[in-house]
Nanobody, 125 residues
Framework: QVLLVESGGGLVQAGGSLRLSCVVSGRTFNPYTMGWFRQAPGKEREFVAAITRSGGSTNYADSVRGRFTVSRDNARNTVDLQMNSLKPEDTAVYYC??????????????????WGQGTQVTVSS
């Protein structure tokens, strides 16, 4: 069993920053590609960012590229999402996800095997 727990969400004004963290427990963290997804009210869940098991490759949605940065610390079993220049349209519940195939930074939701419970990010205008 793999458990993912997100933290760091909250309310921030447009232009501000937040840093989300996801702690993974239950299995060896290193083999997993880690992803971040988000779901806004009334919308489907969408890909945000992903990072391979080594941290050597990342992927970003076009809407966040240049503003968000995904990173990981395999010694601490954590993956972070630094979010800068936040916009009201970034408001959503953000989910951390893991897949046992750690060789590529997958963007497809169904590729991921394990999910966290989500953390709310609200950006006010």
């Amino acid at each position: 069993q793999v458990l993912l727990v997100e933290s760091g969400g909250g309310l921030v004004q447009a232009g501000g920053s937040l840093r989300l963290s996801c702690v993974v427990s239950g299995r060896t963290f290193n083999p997993y590609t880690m992803g971040w997804f988000r779901q806004a009210p009334g919308k489907e869940r969408e890909f945000v960012a992903a990072i391979t098991r080594s941290g050597g490759s990342t992927n970003y949605a076009d809407s966040v590229r240049g503003r968000f940065t995904v990173s990981r610390d395999n010694a601490r079993n954590t993956v972070d999402l630094q979010m800068n220049s936040l916009k009201p349209e970034d408001t959503a519940v953000y989910y951390c996800a893991a897949t046992a195939d750690g060789g590529y930074a997958y963007t497809f939701e169904r590729t991921y095997d394990y999910w966290g419970q989500g953390t709310q990010v609200t950006v006010s205008s």
